[in-house]
């Protein structure tokens, strides 16, 4: 299964909606608080190169934000990502 990490912030719909996505495809991820200021936040800045949250990554490779996850899902080519061993 593939390992995914996804930074977020709290009251965050968009991270929310990402969030909500993953649970219902019922598979783990690592979601990683990453508050304006924080530590964190700037790593997920760092790896993605973006300054908004949600920033999701599939085993190391940078998928995007939530419209970018919701639009995988949508072609039919996150449950592949997903799956990946």
């Keep these: 299964m593939a390992e995914i990490e996804i930074y977020t912030q ?48 599939i085993d190391g490779k940078h998928i995007g934000g939530c419209d970018d996850l919701v639009a995988l899902d949508r072609k039919g080519e996150l449950d592949p990502l997903l799956a990946r061993a």
């Design 10 to 57: 709290p009251y965050c719909p968009y991270c929310a909606r990402a969030l909500s996505l993953l649970e219902s495809k019922s598979i783990p991820f690592k979601e990683i608080a990453a508050p304006g200021g924080s530590a964190a936040r700037a790593e997920a800045r760092t790896r993605s190169g973006r300054t908004s949250v949600p920033q999701i990554f």
